[in-house]
């Protein structure tokens, strides 16, 4: 009959940013231009797929037209959103072995990254991205829940992991596994990966020629420091309590701010891009 009783919670409800309600205003205006900018013309980059699975839900929930979220849905949130952001974390490693190969080996290079191989490690990343997702969302949505309200404004591991009536040493081992094959793995990858560039840099006789080299490569930092280090303390931290509102802003960093960053941190590549900003910043920030 306990069992019974336990089952009957079927739909969550989220808190969303009802903790900031000063600041929900400036909030909604700030994550609806970043919406549109990414509906407008960021789907090359891999984060805006995530994004997207869970900045209309942010949205409604700071106009106060937030609704329940079912079961089903809740899980097949978390499963998206969770397959396209190992995804991404993945294919940042991958990013990088082809800076790698580039920089390191470039007389092989067309011959290391060719099409086929580029084929096997792109569908490689998503396939393994999608099967870690799928093996976590099903260890979660086997346990039963006690209470509706999600203290987050989407469904994450964690909000959701809060609500069941005990959680499995199981589960937490399995969360763990997954942010150590989906963050620190990777990330130990790019600095062995980064050290190895640098070194190679550092031996181009040539000022113009290791200048060139790093700036294909600075951008690419940028990204993987943004990314990496809000992932790592959101998954990493402590669970406590008293830091409900600060886990949502960390979230909120690396769900929507990096995603919009990104595609100015590679244009700055861009020698269109770098002579416009010379024009309205001035020649003597860029001597």
């Known amino acids: 009959m306990k069992r019974a009783n336990h089952t009957e919670l079927r739909e969550f409800v989220f808190q969303g940013f009802s903790n900031f309600q000063e600041h929900q205003l400036t909030f909604f205006v700030v994550f609806l231009a970043l919406y549109i900018l990414t509906l407008a013309g960021n789907f090359h980059h891999s984060e805006t797929f995530y994004s997207l699975v869970i900045i209309p839900c942010m949205l409604s929930s700071l106009v106060g037209l937030s609704q329940p979220i079912s079961l089903e849905g809740c899980g097949t949130q978390i499963f998206f959103f969770l397959g396209f952001a190992i995804t991404n974390c993945l294919l940042l490693a991958v990013m990088e072995y082809d800076h790698y190969v580039a920089i390191c080996n470039p007389l092989r290079y067309s011959v290391i990254m060719n099409c086929r191989v580029c084929a096997i490690l792109a569908s490689s990343v998503c396939a393994t991205g999608f099967s870690l997702s799928l093996v976590q969302t099903v260890a ?7 209470t509706p309200l999600i203290e987050h404004f989407f469904c994450d591991v964690q909000p959701v992991l809060d609500l069941a009536w005990a959680t499995p040493m199981i589960n937490d081992i399995l969360t763990l596994i997954m942010s150590l094959l989906a963050i620190t793995a990777p990330a ?17 006789t040539s000022a113009e020629g290791g200048k060139k080299t790093f700036a294909t490569c600075a951008s690419h930092l940028t990204a993987v420091i943004i990314h990496y280090g809000c992932a790592s303390i959101a998954y990493f931290k402590p669970n406590l309590e008293n830091t409900k509102d600060q886990d949502q802003l960390i979230s909120v960093t690396y769900t929507v701010i990096t995603p919009l960053l990104n595609p100015v941190v590679y244009g700055l590549r861009n020698k269109e891009v770098q002579d416009a900003l010379q024009r309205v910043l001035g020649r003597k920030f860029f001597s």
């Open 188 to 204: 130990t990858f790019l600095s062995i990966s980064y050290v190895l560039i640098i070194s190679t840099i550092l031996k181009i």
């Open 140 to 146: 979660i949505f086997r346990l039963l829940f006690c």
